[in-house]
């Protein structure tokens, strides 16, 4: 799985498996095991994929942290 990173800068591992029509994105931070997933068209750019679970990523994160107080 390729690395990106998240705003703060931890590295994040990425997945994105194109099914048909369909891509699957998978990302985790390894540090917390967090782990988001989206679905998006098949021909969609794999930057535009990556962006995009990063910043479902980082909502998900900054919400938890939010929650633990």
Same mark, same amino acid.
């Given at each position: 799985?390729? /690395?990106? @990173?998240?705003? $703060?800068? @931890? /590295? *994040?591992?990425?997945?994105? &498996?194109?099914? =048909? %029509?369909?891509? !699957? &994105?998978? %990302?985790? $931070?390894? &540090? #917390?095991?967090?782990? *988001?997933?989206?679905? =998006?068209? =098949?021909?969609? #750019?794999?930057?535009?994929? /990556?962006?995009?679970?990063?910043?479902?990523? $980082?909502? &998900?994160?900054? !919400? !938890? %942290?939010?929650? /633990? =107080?």
């Amino acid at each position: 799985m390729p /690395e990106s @990173r998240l705003t $703060d800068g @931890r /590295e *994040v591992l990425i997945e994105i &498996v194109t099914l =048909g %029509a369909f891509a !699957k &994105v998978s %990302a985790i $931070d390894p &540090v #917390t095991g967090t782990e *988001v997933s989206l679905m =998006g068209p =098949g021909n969609a #750019t794999h930057a535009s994929l /990556e962006a995009a679970a990063l910043a479902k990523l $980082d909502y &998900v994160l900054k !919400k !938890k %942290a939010a929650e /633990e =107080g």
